[in-house]
C-alpha cells in the first residue's frame, strides 16, 4: 500500500510540476526556448516574465491542473460523479479561467452546459466538421487512472464532457491505462498493449504511437510544430516518448519542458505518468517545495489518495 500511495502521489505531483514548468515555454518554438534559455529551463524562478507568463505566480500550475482538480471534486463514494464534474467545469469557466483552450471555452460557455453537457460537447465537433481533437481533455486525465474500478468507462465519459472526437477518447484511455496499471498493478504496459488500446478508438493513433516508440530523441517529435501543437496525438506522443525513453522523472521534465510547444499540457501529462512510473520520492524536492500553493493542493491529494486506498483495503 505504501508502494501505491508513493505512484498516487507521484503522479499528482508529477501533473502539477510539469504544468507549472512547462507554463516557461509554452507558446514558444526552439530558437525562442533556447534565446530566452540558453542554458535550458529548469527551475520556476527562471521563467520570464512577458505579458503571458506574468499573470501566473512563480511556481504556480495553469488551467491543466486546474481541471484535473475540478475532476478530483468530483470524486464521490469511489467514482466520479459526471453531473459535479460538469458544475465543476462550468464554475471554474464561468470564474478566471487563465490559460483555458479555445476548443473548451466554446463548450463550456454554452448556457445549458451543465444540463446538456454530451449534446453541446457533441456539437461543437459537428460544427469543426469532426476535426477538433485538441489535447484539452488528455491533460487533466491522469487522475481518472488513479481509481480503482471502471477507470476506462469514466475516462471515457469525462473526455467526452468537453472532447468528442474519438482520438481525444483514446489518447486519454490511453494515459489512464498506462497510469492505472503501473499505480495498481506494478505493471508498464507494453508497446503493443497501448498499440491494441488506440486501435479501439481511432487507427490514426497507430501512427503516433509508432512515433514515440521509435524516435530516439524527443526533437523529432516537432512539438513545437505551429500548427498542430494543441493537437491531442502529438501530447499523447510526447508522453509516450517520456514513458519509454525517459530514465529519471526530471530528466523526462526537463527534456519535454525545453522542447517548447504546447509545453505545460505536454508536461502535465507526461511528468503524471512519470510520477506514476517512479513515485513521489523520484521527483526533487525543489520541484515540490517550490509549487506555488503546495499545501492546499497535498490536502487536496492526500484526501483523494485516502478515499482510494480505503476502498481498496475495505475490499
Not at 520570464?48 to 505566480?57: G, T, V
Not at 512563480?58 to 475540478?70: H, I, N, R, S, V
Not at 519542458?257 to 504546447?262: C, K, L, M, R, S
Amino acid at each position: 500500500m505504501n508502494a501505491i500511495k508513493d505512484k498516487m502521489l507521484g503522479c499528482f505531483y508529477g501533473q502539477a510540476v510539469g504544468d507549472a514548468l512547462g507554463l516557461g515555454t509554452e507558446f514558444l518554438n526552439k530558437d525562442e526556448v533556447h534565446k530566452h534559455y540558453p542554458n535550458g529551463l529548469s527551475r520556476y524562478e527562471n521563467i520570464i516574465q512577458d505579458a503571458h507568463r506574468r499573470r501566473w505566480h512563480k511556481g504556480a500550475w495553469t488551467d491543466d491542473t486546474d481541471m484535473m482538480l475540478c475532476i478530483l471534486n468530483g470524486f464521490d463514494n469511489g467514482k466520479f460523479d459526471i453531473l459535479q464534474v460538469a458544475k465543476n467545469f462550468k464554475d471554474w469557466a464561468d470564474g478566471e479561467p487563465m490559460g483555458i483552450g479555445a476548443h473548451t471555452f466554446k463548450v463550456l460557455a454554452m448556457g445549458d452546459y451543465v444540463e446538456k453537457h454530451d449534446e453541446c460537447s457533441r456539437l461543437w465537433w459537428e460544427l469543426s466538421r469532426r476535426q477538433s481533437a485538441a489535447n484539452g481533455a488528455l491533460m487533466r486525465t491522469s487522475i481518472v487512472g488513479l481509481v480503482q474500478n471502471n477507470f476506462i468507462e469514466q475516462t471515457e465519459d469525462i473526455c467526452r464532457l468537453t472532447h468528442y472526437d474519438p482520438r481525444c477518447i483514446g489518447s486519454c484511455v490511453i494515459a489512464t491505462s498506462i497510469i492505472h496499471n503501473l499505480v495498481w498493478n506494478d505493471k508498464p504496459l507494453s508497446y503493443e498493449e497501448i498499440k491494441n488500446i488506440g486501435s479501439k478508438y481511432d487507427v490514426r493513433l497507430e501512427e503516433w504511437i509508432d512515433l514515440a516508440y521509435k524516435r530516439k530523441y524527443i526533437s523529432e517529435l516537432d512539438l513545437d510544430e505551429t500548427h498542430s501543437i494543441g493537437y491531442t496525438l502529438r501530447t499523447l506522443a510526447a508522453a509516450l516518448w517520456c514513458y519509454w525513453h525517459a530514465n529519471s522523472f526530471e530528466s523526462g521534465l526537463l527534456a519535454v519542458v525545453n522542447e517548447g510547444g504546447d509545453a505545460d499540457t505536454n508536461a502535465a501529462i507526461s511528468c503524471a505518468i512519470l510520477g506514476a512510473k517512479y513515485g513521489y520520492n523520484a521527483i526533487p524536492e525543489y520541484y515540490i517545495k517550490s509549487l506555488y500553493k503546495e499545501r492546499e493542493y497535498r490536502h487536496k491529494v492526500d484526501n483523494f489518495i485516502s478515499f482510494a486506498t480505503n476502498e481498496k483495503n475495505s475490499n
